[in-house]
């Protein structure tokens, strides 16, 4: 288990960048980043084995993070006033974006389900193909198309309802 416990510090200090910087532009707060840069590490020390198991490293830390963060979301649906006046501190590495846009990114992610979320992130924010995307969700890039599919029709529904 020392190995483990070494191998993810290790990990921490070579990569928890990737997985700070992915937080802070999903949740826009580095509270709420520093928070999920602690979960997504504490999985792994929990569960050593995932580093073990996984196909890449990176993968996993990016897939586990945006995880995180689009739950840490969903958690929030029911304080959405205050994460719309939410931006991040000036002195982050966020680079510079729309902060109005992006708080209607996150509140339009809080309502859609876990893999049609991922999907949308990884697809319209990351720039991915629906091959990439689908390597990453371990599904087809048809069922790409479906779940891209499925947040145009709910983000519709939500327009025409509001």
Known sequence: MSVDRTAIEALYRSHGHIVLRR???LLGSE???QEA???VFASLLKSP???RNARSVVGWLYRATTHFCLNHLRNLRTGARLLESRAPPPDTEVPAINVEAMAEVRRVLALLAADVAAAVVYHHLDGMTH??????????RRQVGYLLERARESLARAERSA
């Open 131 to 140: 091959a990439e995307v689908a390597g990453l969700l371990g599904c087809s």
């Open 49 to 51: 084995e995932i580093v």
């Open 23 to 25: 937080a802070r532009m």
């Open 37 to 39: 840069l602690q979960e």
């Open 31 to 33: 509270a709420d980043a």
